[in-house]
């Protein structure tokens, strides 16, 4: 996803309220999705009961239609060692012991909320299990940095130091970043950093923070399809994301109930 706004935007008061509004109807389009991880459920099973929810709320995903070449579903769905961006398809079951992440993003009232996770579909391997615990322990350990005073660098230091002090590995080339009127807004905030570094954090921002962690290496490729990205070398991979805005005070998860 490379067309970015990059211009950071403010938020008011009232336009946080309505991404928190945004984030709850995301959150529940999540929920729906995470009651199907189920082995013989396809990925399109799984957009279908996104977009039954967005319907339900008279809303939409900025996802479809998003990009070059147009990406075509409300969610993106991923298994394994598929990373982000993956496209859901009728004939893409889940099986027993995948791991599956799903993003999706809301637009209410022209604001978008944003918000992943990575769910397992039955019994895990304990080292899948690692890895998601890992990867939304990292998403927390960002958003604890997420305060006036702070930098894009120490959030990113924030996550890299969570993943690799337990053996796994950051993105590099996809990042954080700010939402509101648009999916993508600055700042971009990568996955990794060095504290004092980068742009400082002010009240008002909200961003979409989304650690991607891989087993085997932080490398990545993209397949043919021209979206789906991979670990390079077929490890597992995991992603969580919360929409967060900056507030006086402590953090404030906008993509929850
Ligand atoms: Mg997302
Ligand atoms: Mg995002």
């Not at 700010?178 to 996955?191: K, T």
Request: aromatic share 6%; charged share 20%.
């Amino acid at each position: 996803m490379d067309d970015w706004a990059r211009q950071i935007h403010i938020k008011t008061p009232a336009e946080i309220a309505i991404m928190r509004d945004a984030g709850r109807i995301n959150a529940e389009v999540l929920a729906a999705t995470k009651a199907l991880l189920q082995p013989g459920v396809s990925t399109a099973d799984l957009n279908a009961a996104a977009e039954e929810v967005l319907k339900k709320h008279g809303c939409f995903s900025p996802f479809k239609g998003y990009g070059r070449p147009p990406f075509p579903t409300s969610v993106t769905v991923c298994i394994n060692r598929e990373m982000v961006h993956g496209i859901p398809k009728k004939d893409r079951k889940l099986r027993q012991g995948d791991i599956v992440s799903v993003d999706c993003g809301t637009v209410l009232d022209g604001f978008v909320a944003d918000s992943a996770y990575t769910g397992g579909v039955g019994e895990i391997s304990p080292r899948a299990r690692e890895l998601l615990e890992v990867t939304e322990g990292a998403l927390y350990a960002g958003i604890e940095k997420m305060r006036v005073g702070s930098r894009t660098g120490d959030v990113g230091a924030a996550i890299q130091r969570h993943v690799e002090s337990q053996g796994f590995h950051v993105t590099r080339e996809y990042t954080g970043h700010g939402v509101g009127r648009q999916m993508h807004e600055g700042p971009q905030v990568p996955n990794y950093g060095k504290p004092g570094t980068g742009l400082p954090l002010k009240q008002g921002m909200t961003i979409a923070l989304e650690p991607m962690v891989l087993v085997g290496t932080h490398a990545t490729r993209v397949l043919p399809d021209r979206w789906t990205v991979v670990s390079a070398d077929g490890s597992l991979t995991a992603h969580f994301e919360h929409t967060v805005a900056v507030t006086a005070g402590d953090p404030l998860i906008l993509t929850v109930p």
